[in-house]
């Protein structure tokens, strides 16, 4: 499914949690298909997208929650300044997702020959071509621009991520993300 704007995630029945960055750099891609958990729906199909030593600028993680009274409230992380604001993750950054979208999403095979997209929104990463095959060529370096993803487990594996200015808010109601 490809779409032009609207609500991010546009399944929000899958559950998960929103990361948005304005900028992200990264190297040696890796990507596969992966069944695992989601919070709402059990076992589903998800990219399992792993990069190394990345930055992110312009962090915003959200997870909306429910209480068993129905009570709507919200988990956010983000940094004080925003885009100026660089997070890094020094090892291996992996995360499960079942959506993508970037503005502009550039990787390049052996750190030249570019593959690049505009306005790539899918909500089957983990049966996308394109990705796939960016994984599969080696050596890739990925950059993003107003990336947004549906993810479902962020892990990171060696060392460390480094959130300056960090800032935890829990919040009513739910949030919700937007693509223009």
């Known amino acids: 499914m490809r779409r ?73 992380i983000d940094t004080a300044k925003g885009a100026e604001d660089t997070v890094r993750v020094e090892g291996w950054m992996e995360v499960r997702v079942s959506e993508l979208y970037a503005k502009r999403l550039e990787a390049k095979a052996l750190g030249i020959v570019p593959i690049t997209l505009t306005d790539y929104w899918t909500t089957e990463p983990e049966n996308d071509l394109l990705i796939r095959l960016a994984g599969l060529l080696g050596l890739v370096n990925l950059e ?32 919700a993300s937007e693509v223009e």
């Open 4 to 76: 032009a704007s609207g609500p991010f995630p546009s399944e929000p029945e899958v559950g998960g949690f929103v990361i948005e960055v304005s900028h992200l750099s990264g190297s040696n891609l890796f990507v596969d298909k992966e069944f695992d958990d989601t919070s709402e729906m059990g076992r589903a199909p998800q990219a399992r997208i792993r990069l190394r030593d990345v930055e992110l600028q312009g962090l915003d993680l959200f997870k909306n929650l429910t209480t068993d009274d129905g009570m709507a409230f919200h988990l956010r």
């Open 144 to 175: 993003a621009d107003t990336m947004k993803v549906n993810a479902h487990k962020m892990r990171v594996r060696f060392d460390k991520i480094i959130i300056p200015n960090l800032v935890l808010t829990v919040g009513e109601g739910h949030l």
